[in-house]
């Protein structure tokens, strides 16, 4: 089944604690991007990653890291996380950059 | 600031009825145009897409209309059924560039 895997789906955690979501697809896809999800700012892209090794900043990058060293993966670090990176954040990925693209299921941060 | 709007937040319909979900844009340079849906704790799913040298594209309930004077795009359903009930986000993005830009939902609901 053609699918993105976000995991973990829901997680709490303390200021200042590195964390790592990870996003993984299996449909060869060579676009990937995370997005977060906050109410009345719809979704916003943070990273994308066009192939291996290629990553570039998308709307809101601040706080954030990303690595695509295998074409199936696409982890988000945040560093040091902050209250205000408390949201809904979903991976997708697609063939080619802006076509139709396949989300996971969404991770819900908490930062407190 | 905002570049893809979506000024409706809610929006409610009889079942049979026609939907009619509205998007607008400001930059100019925005020449593709997607919409998806989205359900309770599941990722956004694509559902139909428009290049900017069409000013229309239909899939099956669903059509898209894009006026580019106006940097104005809707989403008609029809007929409305009570499984469309969810939250709509329109996208776009320029060709050449490789982020997307979403509004911010409009919530549809198909009264049975």
């Given at each position: 089944?053609?699918q993105?895997t ?31 999800q ?50 809904l ?24 | ?5 979506q000024?409706s ?47 229309k594209?239909?899939d ?26 969810a ?10 560039a490789?982020?997307?830009f ?11």
């Open positions: 089944e053609a993105v976000q995991n973990p789906r829901y997680l709490i955690t303390v200021t200042g604690k590195k964390l790592t979501v990870t996003c993984s697809q299996n449909m060869n896809h060579e676009y990937m991007s995370w997005y977060r906050d109410p009345g700012l719809g979704l916003r892209q943070i990273y994308y990653s066009m192939n291996v090794e290629v990553t570039d900043k998308g709307d809101v990058p601040e706080g954030y890291k990303v690595s695509r060293k295998e074409k199936r993966n696409f982890p988000l670090i945040l560093e040091s996380p902050s209250p205000n990176q408390t949201s954040y979903f991976c997708a990925s697609s063939f080619e950059g802006l076509t139709e693209a396949f989300f996971g299921q969404g991770t819900r941060l908490t930062v407190v | 600031d905002q570049q893809v709007k000024n937040p809610s929006l409610s319909v009889q079942e049979g009825r026609i939907s009619i979900l509205n998007c607008d844009y400001t930059n100019s340079m925005f020449d593709y145009f997607l919409w998806y849906k989205k359900y309770p704790a599941e990722g956004p799913t694509f559902l139909i897409s428009i290049s900017s040298i069409k000013d594209n239909e099956g309930r669903f059509t898209v209309f894009l006026n580019k004077s106006a940097k104005h795009l809707s989403l008609h359903i029809v007929p409305s059924q009570p499984g469309d009930s939250v709509y986000f329109c996208a776009a993005s320029e060709t050449g490789n982020n997307l979403f509004g911010t939902g409009t919530r549809l609901t198909v009264i049975p």
